[in-house]
């Protein structure tokens, strides 16, 4: 018996969710755009912060290099929620940057996720230049390249592997929850995101809707999975 | 020393995105539902940044955006005025922690004895209940503990011995978030004999804290087959999806009463203080409480929520202010 409401929920629910989506359901169009505007913006954002430092990282011998690549990956698995809390202090307006109203923002969401995905960036990116055949990078230098050279000419031939660390940021960025839940506020028509909503519309058993919002995070994250297989096949 | 560098220019980068994303913040407004957002409205006080002209930020409890309500003021209001609603659920204790940290215009909470705080702390001016329903225990049909029609002290008290005790089949799961509802429960703890903090938490696996809106702990309650302490509106509004039952739903200690208040702009001089009042004006107008009272009455068969009206709402158990009007 409760297994039989249990079905006819998902199996409803399912039927529901295509319905919203083929049916370009305003809603579900507008929190999908603000997704993917704001991941994108932050992946933008930290891949020009992180790529070049990633690749001073790796062309710059100093004292404590290695310590710094492995706080790096420590900090792949930093908890989203450690990082909401973080920048919701500093964006409070009661806190340093709270003069800037960015808290409840998308702006703010923007921030928080570039800087929950520098860490990854920069650490994937040294490892990407790291599996680029040392010879060449010996080679541009005999070659009489200066520093700045040569980090272009490294990072131009090693710029697939770079675009799977960005589309590998991006995905960390569009799949999180904690983050823009905290700094974002989950505002309807403002704030909302596909996981936020997910969350708010599973707590009010409005399951249709947070299955059809569920299909299209998964079809994005396919979609980049299937760029990332065929950007590494090359 | 060079990692130092680094660090210190990683940090140059972050503040430089932080400005960048400030000085973009201005044009940065998409899904913004009303492009006619300064056509019609009415003179705001723009007192500096305070979220731009038109926009009224409200921290608000989760059984008010849970039971679907707030959704229709929030179209409501921004059709009449333009104003640009942004409104985010949190819990009451959570809530009120924004507005104290001046991240809100307006709080919207139920949980009288914490409002008295925050206006006390000079946090919050301008209070005025304008809604209440009731607290209830809902359990399991068959009422393993025989709580059904008990005083809400007892049911407490019979709650806590048989939880103890490992009854088969009792517990309880609680808010736990510092929700109004959450403070609700701690006030009848207190007023069944108990310590709280000292004998009901941790006190055994028959105490499940949630820590998640009413909409989602009412579904734990159910799937555990668990007693829970509801408001309800929120109960109503999930009755189809529950097989909890009401139990205990009788005595003034179980009113719930809803108020909005204004962020205090002495404390807080960022705040769109001018917005707070027109929307408390507007939210607590004759026209208002009767849609509220009219709420939830083609869908679940009777309202979820009574407007209240003075003198009523000045006399106990309310004690609170509703009719007079604000004015900046």
């Given at each position: 018996m409760v297994d039989g409401i249990m079905d006819s929920t998902i199996v409803q629910g399912f039927i529901q969710a295509i319905e919203l989506i083929v049916t370009g359901n305003p809603e579900v169009v507008e929190i999908t755009i603000r997704s993917l505007y704001i991941s994108l913006s932050a992946t933008l954002i930290a891949g020009l912060i992180a790529l070049p430092l990633g690749a001073l990282i790796y062309f710059k011998e100093f004292r404590g290099k290695q310590a710094l690549v492995n706080i790096l990956q420590t900090l792949f698995a930093m908890p989203t929620v450690i990082i909401g809390l973080f920048v919701f202090l500093m964006l409070s307006?009661?806190?340093?940057?709270?003069?800037?109203?960015?808290?409840?923002?998308p702006g703010g969401m923007v921030i928080a996720q570039t800087i929950l995905i520098i860490p990854l960036i920069m650490g994937l990116t040294v490892s990407a230049l790291s599996s680029i055949d040392r010879e060449m990078r010996y080679t541009i230098i005999s070659l009489g390249a200066s520093s700045l050279q040569s980090i272009v000419t490294v990072i131009k031939e090693s710029r697939f592997a770079i675009m799977s660390v960005i589309l590998l940021g991006f995905g960390r960025a569009i799949s999180e929850v904690g983050t823009v839940m905290i700094v974002?506020?989950?505002?309807?028509?403002?704030?909302?995101?596909l996981t936020t909503a997910i969350a708010l519309n599973t707590s009010m058993g409005n399951f249709p809707f947070s299955i059809a919002l569920g299909i299209i995070l998964l079809t994005v994250a396919l979609g980049v999975n299937i760029v990332l297989s065929v950007v590494q096949r090359r | 020393m060079k990692p130092k560098i680094m660090l210190l220019m990683a940090g140059i980068a972050v503040l430089a995105v932080i400005a960048a994303m400030s000085a973009g913040c201005t044009e940065v407004t998409p899904g913004n539902e009303t492009p006619n957002a300064t056509a019609n409205q009415t003179p705001t006080g723009?007192?500096?940044?305070?979220?731009?002209?038109?926009v009224l930020r409200i921290a608000t409890t989760t059984s008010l955006e849970n039971t679907g309500l707030l959704a229709e003021l929030e179209v409501m209001y921004e059709n009449t005025t333009g104003v640009d609603l942004q409104i985010t659920a949190q819990g009451t204790g959570q809530a009120l922690e924004l507005g104290q940290r001046c991240d809100v215009d307006v709080v919207l909470v139920h949980a009288p004895p914490l409002e008295e705080e925050f206006i006390d702390g000079g946090y919050g001016t301008d209070h005025r209940c304008f809604a209440y329903n009731y607290f209830i225990i809902v359990g399991p049909e068959d009422d393993p503990a025989g709580i059904r029609g008990a005083q809400p002290e007892e049911a407490f008290q019979t709650l806590y011995q048989l939880g103890t005790n490992n009854t088969e089949g009792v517990a309880f799961v609680s808010r736990g978030d510092n929700s109004g509802t959450h403070s609700k429960e701690q006030e009848i703890w207190e007023a069944a004999g108990y310590n709280y903090t000292e004998e009901?938490?941790?006190?055994?696996?028959?105490y499940i804290e949630s820590g998640r809106s009413m909409g989602e702990t009412l579904a734990l309650a159910n799937e555990e087959q668990a007693y829970v302490l509801t408001d309800e509106g929120t109960y109503l509004s999930f009755r189809q999806d529950l097989e909890l039952v009401p139990l205990v739903e009788q005595g003034d200690e179980l009113l719930n009463r809803y108020s909005v208040m204004a962020v205090n702009p002495e404390t807080?001089?960022?705040?769109?203080y001018a917005e707070a009042v027109n929307f408390t004006s507007w939210l607590t107008s004759e026209e208002t409480k009767q849609f509220i009272g009219e709420f939830g009455v083609e869908e679940f068969g009777q309202p979820l929520f009574t407007p209240l009206y003075a003198p009523q709402c000045t006399?106990?158990?309310?004690?609170c202010t509703c009719a007079e009007n604000v004015t900046a």
């Amino acid at each position: 018996m409760v297994d039989g409401i249990m079905d006819s929920t998902i199996v409803q629910g399912f039927i529901q969710a295509i319905e919203l989506i083929v049916t370009g359901n305003p809603e579900v169009v507008e929190i999908t755009i603000r997704s993917l505007y704001i991941s994108l913006s932050a992946t933008l954002i930290a891949g020009l912060i992180a790529l070049p430092l990633g690749a001073l990282i790796y062309f710059k011998e100093f004292r404590g290099k290695q310590a710094l690549v492995n706080i790096l990956q420590t900090l792949f698995a930093m908890p989203t929620v450690i990082i909401g809390l973080f920048v919701f202090l500093m964006l409070s307006r009661s806190g340093p940057f709270g003069f800037l109203d960015l808290l409840f923002t998308p702006g703010g969401m923007v921030i928080a996720q570039t800087i929950l995905i520098i860490p990854l960036i920069m650490g994937l990116t040294v490892s990407a230049l790291s599996s680029i055949d040392r010879e060449m990078r010996y080679t541009i230098i005999s070659l009489g390249a200066s520093s700045l050279q040569s980090i272009v000419t490294v990072i131009k031939e090693s710029r697939f592997a770079i675009m799977s660390v960005i589309l590998l940021g991006f995905g960390r960025a569009i799949s999180e929850v904690g983050t823009v839940m905290i700094v974002g506020g989950n505002i309807r028509g403002f704030t909302r995101v596909l996981t936020t909503a997910i969350a708010l519309n599973t707590s009010m058993g409005n399951f249709p809707f947070s299955i059809a919002l569920g299909i299209i995070l998964l079809t994005v994250a396919l979609g980049v999975n299937i760029v990332l297989s065929v950007v590494q096949r090359r | 020393m060079k990692p130092k560098i680094m660090l210190l220019m990683a940090g140059i980068a972050v503040l430089a995105v932080i400005a960048a994303m400030s000085a973009g913040c201005t044009e940065v407004t998409p899904g913004n539902e009303t492009p006619n957002a300064t056509a019609n409205q009415t003179p705001t006080g723009t007192t500096g940044a305070a979220g731009g002209d038109g926009v009224l930020r409200i921290a608000t409890t989760t059984s008010l955006e849970n039971t679907g309500l707030l959704a229709e003021l929030e179209v409501m209001y921004e059709n009449t005025t333009g104003v640009d609603l942004q409104i985010t659920a949190q819990g009451t204790g959570q809530a009120l922690e924004l507005g104290q940290r001046c991240d809100v215009d307006v709080v919207l909470v139920h949980a009288p004895p914490l409002e008295e705080e925050f206006i006390d702390g000079g946090y919050g001016t301008d209070h005025r209940c304008f809604a209440y329903n009731y607290f209830i225990i809902v359990g399991p049909e068959d009422d393993p503990a025989g709580i059904r029609g008990a005083q809400p002290e007892e049911a407490f008290q019979t709650l806590y011995q048989l939880g103890t005790n490992n009854t088969e089949g009792v517990a309880f799961v609680s808010r736990g978030d510092n929700s109004g509802t959450h403070s609700k429960e701690q006030e009848i703890w207190e007023a069944a004999g108990y310590n709280y903090t000292e004998e009901i938490q941790n006190s055994g696996a028959w105490y499940i804290e949630s820590g998640r809106s009413m909409g989602e702990t009412l579904a734990l309650a159910n799937e555990e087959q668990a007693y829970v302490l509801t408001d309800e509106g929120t109960y109503l509004s999930f009755r189809q999806d529950l097989e909890l039952v009401p139990l205990v739903e009788q005595g003034d200690e179980l009113l719930n009463r809803y108020s909005v208040m204004a962020v205090n702009p002495e404390t807080c001089p960022n705040a769109n203080y001018a917005e707070a009042v027109n929307f408390t004006s507007w939210l607590t107008s004759e026209e208002t409480k009767q849609f509220i009272g009219e709420f939830g009455v083609e869908e679940f068969g009777q309202p979820l929520f009574t407007p209240l009206y003075a003198p009523q709402c000045t006399e106990p158990p309310f004690n609170c202010t509703c009719a007079e009007n604000v004015t900046a």
